[in-house]
């Protein structure tokens, strides 16, 4: 396990030239380590509409960093989700 941890952190570092104080995050690398955790405990991963969601978060967060966090999201299946923003309390 260290070896491997000691092996991504070269990997971000040079390879991907992440500053080192960087290298911890895991931003768009998470989705690959959560398919290749899922493999190695042999568990159902997370079904593609998390990746999205996250994805449309993040968008959300930089263009709108007032209100991002009022929205809510509701799954409808693996692949699809639907977003609404709540009316005024």
Known sequence: MIEDADKD???RTKEMRMP?????????????YFQELGKEAQC????????KIYEEVEQKRKGNVM????EDYRLLSPEEFER???GPN
Do not use: D, N
């Not at 104080?21 to 690959?32: F, I, R």
């Not at 159902?44 to 990746?51: A, N, R």
């Open 84 to 86: 609404s923003m709540p």
């Open 9 to 11: 952190f070269e990997v």
């Open 67 to 70: 209100w991002y966090k009022r």
């Open 20 to 32: 080192a104080k960087h290298a911890h995050k895991m931003g768009p690398l998470q989705w690959g």
């Open 44 to 51: 159902t991963i997370l079904p593609p509409v998390y990746q």
